[in-house]
């Protein structure tokens, strides 16, 4: 009986050992690193090395030589006065900090430099997402508890923490990922929501605020969880008309919920303001990204063999069904439930990069979700729990948690690719323990490399045919286009993605022969490919001629291979040109360029 009544308990033990397991066997020792480095690039910067507006590229230098961080450095953008920008905002810093401090302090005394960098802020910034994973699963299973009993608690629990996403996230490759952190948030500010419209008052007030400014400190876009407080039990119109009537006569608790949420966002406003003469600054201004909400990737997103998450997470199909039984249960938890589960599916679908990268295995930007979809989850499980045909549900749950943990190992091995997946590949693979992947790589997407060069392997398998060129032949001079100050352009091919291949990637060849004159001085010109976004330029690869290879007097050769990128819509066009930087004479001939498709 005791057991029974302290069912969840452990359930969340049997989790939190699990991270705590799986984490320490494969050591963090490259945590700070991609999206990590930008999230926490905003501790060191100040606090080591005084550079918060990293005008200072030597020690950023020294620590992608000996770190390695990133290939190269994506997370910071351009500000004012030669200062840099970090992409990111600083919600995660903040987090970090504590632990921050914990490593800067440790580091000398065990030996190791205190750069921000080595071992010590490695594995205890590590666990420090580890211990807000486990307050994460904490204030869950107090928040399933309020409105649910101990065996449909544990019972949900163990779908969350076994049988999605979640457990890869946290154990392996995302442990100081957002969505880790985002995940205990959004069960704090759910049960403190809950225990505020129970009993209101300025304390939970003032944990609301605080909680919703540092989710979206996190990430702006995470604005949304506003919808929370605001719709809870307003199951109807009147009622929520008549929440904001509420608001009026409870000024003090809006202040108190204000107070807090303005004060955590201005931290980013003024990093903004500093390191740009801008209180408001967009840093994602690579055009080859953004945002499309009409319509979004919400297919894709769904159900793609590349990372959909129905597909690798198909338990919370069952949370979907369960919407219909929490609605019957209570209709003013459903409706602030689904208004933000189905804003947020809207906005983390519409970006341009919806699967959002390598290191995560299905839909991570759902992960947070997982605390509001609990609710319908559970009730799902309540009904079961009462059905006469339990077992096979539990059969079925229990099998999606093997499933779940499985394809979990399958990804972490490389069994289940980590960008480049397809409906063949999956099914190739599908329940496999041992696999020759050289033989099944041609059932993957292009493998794209994240170095400023593009190396074409596996020609064997593109056929080519001519694009643009080449022009007419000529021992000398005469008749090739002459490039100077005034004409600085050879122009080539200018074509939208959808005129250009039908597949989802083609390879360009691109070579121009250009006479440099024995008296040349200044740069050389340079061979151009990049695609645009409404006139903007993005993945702009050039080449030019090396000084070695140089013959002045004489012609010489520029050619590269340039893989397609991931366009934002058919419509975004492909330019190649030839581009006389200094106002020297230069003559071009034999403009080439030609488009490689895959034979399949």
């Known amino acids: 009986m005791f057991l029974k009544r302290r069912l969840s308990v452990y ?20 945590a700070l690193s991609w999206d990590v480095f930008g999230y926490y690039l ?17 020690w950023l230098d020294e620590v992608k030589e000996k770190y390695q961080p990133s290939a190269t450095f994506y997370q910071l953008v351009d500000g004012t006065d030669g200062k840099k920008v970090i992409k990111y905002t600083s919600g995660l810093a903040l987090l970090y900090s504590p632990f921050f401090l914990i490593a800067h302090w440790i580091a000398p005394a065990l030996g190791y430099p205190a750069d921000g960098f080595s071992l010590p802020y490695q594995l205890i910034l590590s666990l420090g997402g580890i211990l807000w994973a486990i307050f994460g699963l904490i204030i869950l299973r107090k928040l399933l508890l309020r409105l649910f009993d101990d065996r449909t608690t544990a019972i949900t629990i163990m779908l969350v923490g076994f049988g999605t996403n979640y457990f890869q996230l946290t154990a392996f490759d995302g442990t100081l990922l957002s969505q880790n952190f985002l995940f205990s948030l959004y069960a704090f ?54 929440r904001f009537k509420v608001m009026k006569t409870n000024i003090n608790h809006v202040l108190s919920f204000l107070v807090p949420a303005i004060i955590v966002g201005s931290i980013q406003f003024i990093y903004w303001k500093t390191t740009t003469g801008s209180w408001i600054f967009y840093s994602y201004n690579n055009p080859g990204e953004g945002f499309r909400f009409f319509p979004p990737y919400i297919f894709e997103f769904l159900f793609s063999y590349r990372k959909g998450w129905f597909v690798y997470t198909p ?57 509001l979809l609990a609710l319908p989850l559970a009730s799902l499980v309540e009904v079961v729990l009462l059905h006469r045909l339990r077992w096979i549900a539990a059969f079925l749950g229990f099998a999606m948690i093997v ?12 069994i289940i690719d980590k960008e480049r ?34 190396e074409f392997i596996n020609q064997q398998r593109y056929k080519s045919r001519p694009l643009f060129g080449p022009s007419p032949m000529s021992v000398d001079t005469t008749g090739a ?42 740069e050389f010109p340079m061979l151009v490919a990049a695609f645009h976004h409404k006139g903007e330029a993005y993945k702009y690869r050039t080449e030019t001629i090396l000084p070695d290879s140089l013959k002045p007097g004489d012609w010489n050769t520029i050619s590269f291979y340039y ?8 419509h975004d066009n492909l330019k190649v040109y030839v581009w006389q930087r200094e106002h020297s004479t230069i003559y071009v001939r034999n403009f080439n360029v030609e488009v490689w498709e895959t034979k399949k």
């Open 11 to 30: 359930v969340v033990l049997l989790l939190a050992v699990s991270l705590v397991v799986f984490r320490s066997i494969s050591l963090p020792t490259h």
């Open 42 to 58: 905003y501790l060191p910067a100040t606090f080591i090395y005084d550079d918060p507006g990293l005008e200072n590229p030597e």
């Open 189 to 242: 500010l759910l049960y403190t929501t809950i225990r505020w419209h129970e009993r209101p008052s300025l304390k939970r007030a003032f944990q609301l605020g605080l909680t919703c400014g540092l989710i979206t400190l996190i990430r702006p876009s995470e604005i949304v969880c506003l919808l929370i407080p605001l719709f809870w039990n307003a199951g109807s119109w009147r009622q929520f008309i008549f």
């Open 315 to 371: 338990v919370m199909l069952f949370a979907l069904v369960g919407f219909y039984h929490l609605y019957k249960r209570s209709k003013a938890w459903n409706l602030a439930i689904l208004a933000y589960v189905l804003l947020d599916l809207w906005i983390v679908s519409s970006w341009s990069c919806w699967w959002y990268a390598g290191g995560s295995f299905s839909a991570r930007a759902m992960v947070p979700t997982y605390v």
């Open 403 to 414: 499933l779940n943990l499985f394809q979990t190992w399958q990804f972490e091995t490389g």
């Open 421 to 454: 997946m397809t409906k063949d590949y999956y099914w190739a693979v599908f329940g496999k323990t041992n696999i020759d992947k050289d033989k099944l790589d041609e059932l993957l997407l292009v493998e794209r490399s994240t170095e400023s060069r593009d």
């Open 481 to 522: 286009l002459k490039l100077d100050g005034q004409n600085p352009y050879a122009p080539g091919p200018d074509i939208a993605y959808r005129d250009l291949t039908s597949f989802d990637h083609a390879w360009i060849f691109a070579s121009v022969e250009v006479f440099i004159p024995e008296s040349y001085h200044g």
């Open 563 to 570: 893989l397609t990128p991931e366009v934002r819509t058919p």
